[in-house]
């Protein structure tokens, strides 16, 4: 507990990787996603656990939506997380691209991907995904940190040494 105690000072965003299979969408919450992993080709990459059910559904997909989370998205976050797949997307509006690509309203940050390699990680699968579409919302990033949800705050530059 204490590595996972320790790994919760690392702010991050949120990320929630969403696909339409077979006429029934599914959603996996993710906050070990980073970007700018590889600009050509574009690569993204993020952990998923392997004990993860929503991972072995969606990653067969032909497009994965990657819909990164904006202020005021905290509860929406805990939603397409609950238990309860059948109502995750109930009341969530959401736009499905032409491969399966799940893609939430209002994220600060959005991209259509294809899987790109998928290696072994301990207990975590770490997938590649290479980016085939991208937006940039309105909306401030949410970020998740010490085990909560937070939202960014105008703050003053100052130099340090």
Do not use: Y
């Not at 997909?61 to 976050?77: E, H, M, N």
């Not at 509006?93 to 399966?100: F, R």
């Not at 072994?120 to 949800?149: C, Q, T, Y």
């Amino acid at each position: 507990m204490a590595v996972r105690q320790a790994f919760a000072q690392f702010p991050s965003g949120v990320a929630v990787l969403a696909a339409d299979v077979n006429g029934e969408k599914h959603a996996l919450v993710a906050s070990s996603f980073m970007v700018g992993v590889s600009l050509t080709p574009t690569l993204v990459a993020v952990a998923v656990q392997k004990s993860s059910s929503t991972w072995d559904l969606i990653r067969g997909a032909a497009s994965i939506g990657v819909s990164i989370f904006g202020r005021g998205q905290g509860d929406l976050t805990r939603k397409l997380a609950s238990k309860d797949r059948a109502s995750r997307f109930e009341q969530v509006a959401v736009e499905v691209g032409d491969d399966g690509a799940v893609l939430i309203d209002d994220a600060a940050l959005w991209l259509e991907c294809s899987i790109h390699r998928v290696s072994d990680a301990g207990d975590h699968w770490m997938a590649l995904l290479e980016v085939e579409r991208l937006g940039v919302g309105d909306n401030e990033p949410l970020i998740w940190h010490g085990s909560k949800f937070r939202e960014l705050t105008d703050a003053r530059s100052v130099d340090v040494a």
